[in-house]
Structure formats: structure tokens, C-alpha cells
């Protein structure tokens, strides 16, 4: 079966503009985590999904930030008035149940890259 | 504070060589532990996991890890490098509970020479 897609695969865009980044993860899975990662940094924990929900979204660095995933399976990363340290690699990751004992798999990312 | 610590940025060693990656890590308890590569355009994949029991735990790829206690460390090893372990690794710690929020290190990247 497919994997974790991420959509697009790079956005560049001028600060103050908004942007929207797509996660699909694998079929059937209900949790939905989402990531950023810095240049030479490790991945930074977002936000988490368990189903529709947010379970935790204190990662996001403030509330320009909001994510969605209305129907349990896609969800969007929405970033309002975008400032260039926002650029970063965001990873979209799911896995078949919630807990860390439950593999995460991740996709490729989204490479945001604000001028 | 929650912390992994990854002291080595970046590693080359020959192909065909041992490698070793180290990982220390800081937490309340003892966390699950994890360590994952990425590739060039590819997204993170699992290399192995620890919960508990036995300290050395074998992953896919020809890789194994030790978990020390009194060292925090969780260390990555392999005895023989392949050109196709050229990657960034990161270890990464989970809650002890089960939880889902899961602390990456700053990654070491590998470069092999042949």
C-alpha cells in the first residue's frame, strides 16, 4: 500500500503570504502527527491527531499556526502571514493507533522555504 | 528538562568499517527509545525501538542497539558499513507511558568513503 504523501514537496513564498500544506497519511490509520524540522535540527513535535481532533497541539510555535483533518484521514497545515523562520522541512507522519509504541511513518516533507 | 543529545554532527568512515553513533538522552524515567534514518528525499523510517527487556536490540538493516542505564545512552552500532548507509540517523525518546510525543536528537549524518 502507499505510504505517507506530502503535498507539494516544496512551497516558496513571500512573507506575509498564507499557506496551506497536505498530509494524506496511510489508509485506516487514525493517528496524524505533524513536524518541523530546521535546518540541522531533529524533527520538532506540531501538532497530534487522534481521529478528527486535535489531541494536542501544543507544539505549534504560536497562532499563526492551525492544522486541520475534518474527516479523520487528510489533514492541512495552515500558516498564516508567514515569516521567513518558518522556513523548514514540515514531516507529516501517521501511525495505526496513538502511543509511542506505535510505529510512526513518516513522509517526505514539505520543503517551505520563506523569501 | 527532556533532551536528547546526538554529540557528533557528522561521521565518515570507510566502507565495510564498524560504526558507532552515539546518543545520550535526559529524562524524568527511562523513555522508550528509537532511533531512525533519513535519506536523501525520503522520510524518516524506524530503525529499531527499546521498551525494555533485553539491552541490545537488533533493527532492520543490519543495525543494533545498546541501551545503558547508568549511561543514558542508547548507542547505534554496525559492524560492517554498506555506500547505502550514507544517511542523517536520529535518536529519538518517547514517554515511558506510551505517549505520542516523541524527542528527536539533532541527527548525525554519515558519510561513507569507499
Known amino acids: 500500500g502507499a505510504g505517507v504523501s506530502q503535498t507539494p514537496s516544496n512551497k516558496v513564498t513571500e512573507k506575509g503570504k498564507y499557506v496551506e500544506l497536505r498530509c494524506d497519511p496511510i489508509?485506516?490509520?487514525?493517528?496524524l502527527y505533524w513536524y518541523r524540522q530546521s535546518l540541522g535540527q531533529g524533527p520538532e513535535f506540531l501538532i497530534y491527531f487522534q481521529g478528527t481532533g486535535a489531541a494536542d497541539d501544543s507544539g505549534l510555535p504560536n497562532d499563526r499556526f492551525f492544522a486541520v483533518r475534518p474527516e479523520g484521514s487528510v489533514s492541512t497545515l495552515k500558516i498564516q502571514r508567514t515569516e521567513r523562520g518558518d522556513s523548514a522541512v514540515y514531516l507529516c507522519?501517521?501511525?495505526?493507533?496513538?502511543?509511542?509504541?506505535?510505529?510512526?511513518?513518516f513522509g517526505p516533507g514539505t520543503r517551505l522555504t520563506v523569501l | 528538562a527532556q533532551s536528547v543529545t546526538q554529540p557528533d554532527i557528522h561521521i565518515t568512515v570507510s566502507e565495510g568499517a564498524s560504526l558507532e553513533l552515539r546518543c545520550n538522552y535526559s529524562y524524568g524515567a527511562t523513555p522508550y527509545l528509537f532511533w531512525y534514518v533519513q535519506s536523501p528525499g525520503q522520510g524518516l523510517q524506524l530503525l529499531l525501538k527499546y521498551f525494555s527487556g533485553d539491552t541490545l536490540v537488533q533493527g532492520i538493516k543490519g543495525f543494533e542497539a545498546e541501551f545503558k542505564r547508568s549511561q543514558s545512552s542508547f548507542n547505534l552500532r554496525k559492524p560492517s558499513v554498506h555506500w547505502s548507509d550514507a544517511a542523517e540517523y536520529f535518536c529519538a525518546v518517547g514517554p515511558p507511558s506510551g505517549g505520542f510525543k516523541t524527542i528527536f536528537g539533532a541527527g548525525t549524518r554519515l558519510f561513507v568513503k569507499a
Open positions: 489508509s485506516g490509520h487514525t493517528a
Open positions: 507522519a501517521s501511525s495505526a493507533t496513538s502511543g509511542t509504541y506505535n510505529e510512526q511513518f
